[in-house]
């Protein structure tokens, strides 16, 4: 689309269009200058192109104009396309004219060229240029390609996209890892899941989804927890937890076909390849993974919950990238889960792993008024703070089922990163508020 600003995007300028005039903007990404000539490589949302300037024909002013720029300022450039096999891509632009529409300041606080290398903290802290890397725009197009396909996906199987209150005057899962917010006078929180609620629109619409932000007030200072995460979650009527696991897979399979066949040229940027994904994927019992662990000497008893230490273990044993671990005891699952008809210790529930870390846990839910009392009861939460949910259960609550998935997990598996931070846009934790 042709703006006042430009008439192509860099990555649309092409050898066949050898003798066109066009028109781009964008930031200077790289200068080189080999005396006679100096190249200056403009960066646009879409990618880079090359403009080629000739000391020798270019006139004065255009000269000056290029002496003064600074890397990622913000130019508009035009010329004509010219094809030549040394540039990248076999394109270049020689410029006409070319504007400084914001000049940079230098020394830049990071180099976006990828030139010199950054720590993680330093790219944190200078984020809005460390978004500009070829690395990390690779990372939010992977993303972006996930999230479409997620969204395909679900809707094909007759899911419609909901939105729940993320401020809400409970816990959602009974845990005390909650942000406090003064809401008009008295005290709210920021929602840990949209669990409570999806449940209930599942109730009225059958099969739901969102995908939206959460918060968990955790100490968890690790490469893979956030204390603002975007989570993508379902819920559906009329499904218990192998009927939405099979959902669930399907959708990972999807998302990584697509991002092989969509995103080649960024996983070239990030050096990956996703794992191999082929349905089914392997599901492996509770019991069965402690029994595992067990035979290579870790020292678990049925009933508690298994560690990344312990997935770790796991992972080597049954060399697969992704699995399922099923049936997890009852007692170390939300209230809300449904403890299995024919042996209530243990739970219709779930957990993907990719090597060794939970990408999405799910069940079946409990649907009947007097066994959520009673489960409520039994973890010692407050059945009257969760009034609100439990009313409705008098009026056709259906048996229901659903997952959630944490989408900065799900993209370390999509693009090889190996902390959330990385590829979370401006993330939050223990120590960072700003940008």
């Known amino acids: 689309m ?14 066949s269009m050898s003798g066109q005039s066009v028109t781009i903007a964008g930031w200077v990404h790289q200068i080189r200058d080999l005396g006679g000539k100096k190249f200056i490589i403009v960066r646009d949302g879409s990618g880079l192109v090359q403009v080629t300037v000739s000391k020798d024909s270019a006139q ?48 830049l606080p990071l180099d976006v060229s990828g ?5 993680l903290d330093t790219r944190l802290r200078e984020r809005v240029l460390d978004i500009r890397r070829l690395e990390m725009r690779a990372i939010v197009r992977i993303g972006d390609t996930a999230l479409r396909v997620i969204r395909e ?44 609620y999806k449940e209930l629109l599942a109730a009225s619409l059958e099969r739901v989804f969102e995908i939206a932000p959460a918060w ?33 897979e399907e959708v990972i399979y999807e998302v990584v076909k697509a991002v092989k066949q969509e995103n080649e040229e960024d996983l070239k940027i990030l050096n990956y390849t996703p794992p191999e994904v082929s349905l089914p994927i392997p599901r492996v019992r509770y019991v069965d993974a402690v029994n595992m662990l067990r035979s290579k000497g870790v020292e678990i008893n049925v009933g508690e919950d ?59 839910r409990i649907h009947i008024k007097e066994q959520l009392i009673k489960a409520l009861t039994e973890r010692g939460l407050n059945v009257e703070s ?18 959630g998935m944490g989408y900065s997990r799900l993209l370390l598996m999509l693009t090889g990163r190996s902390s959330v931070k990385e590829v979370t846009l401006f993330p939050r934790d223990k120590k960072r508020l700003v940008p």
């Open 216 to 248: 968990r007030a955790e100490e968890s200072d690790t490469p893979y927890h956030l204390a603002e995460f975007i989570s993508i979650d379902i819920e559906a009527a009329f499904m218990d937890y192998e009927d939405v696991m099979k959902i669930l």
């Open 153 to 196: 996906v679900l809707r094909s199987k007759g899911f419609v996209e909901v939105f729940t209150p993320k401020i809400i005057a409970t816990a959602t899962e009974g845990g005390a890892n909650l942000f406090p917010v003064i809401y008009f006078g008295r005290e709210a929180f920021l929602a840990q899941s949209p669990q409570l």
């Open 60 to 107: 004065k002013e255009l000269i000056d104009i290029v002496e003064q720029l600074t890397l990622e300022s913000v130019i508009q450039v035009k010329g004509v396309v010219k094809a030549d096999s040394r540039a990248p891509r076999g394109v270049e632009i020689v410029p006409t004219e070319i504007r400084i529409l914001n000049l940079a300041k230098k020394p």
């Open 115 to 119: 030139k010199v290398p950054a720590d």
């Open 386 to 403: 969760f009034s609100f949910f439990i009313k409705w259960f008098d009026y056709g609550m259906p048996p229901h089922a659903g997952w």
């Open 306 to 364: 298994l560690s990344t230490p312990h997935l770790r273990v796991l992972n080597e044993v049954l060399n697969t990238p992704l699995y399922f671990i099923t049936e997890f005891p009852t007692k170390i699952r939300a209230f809300y889960t449904k403890p299995k008809d024919d042996d209530p210790l243990f739970s219709e529930s779930f957990d993907l792993v990719w090597k060794h870390l939970e990408l999405a846990s799910g069940s079946s």
């Open 2 to 15: 042709q703006t006042k600003y430009k008439s192509v995007m860099c990555k649309d300028i092409e050898p």
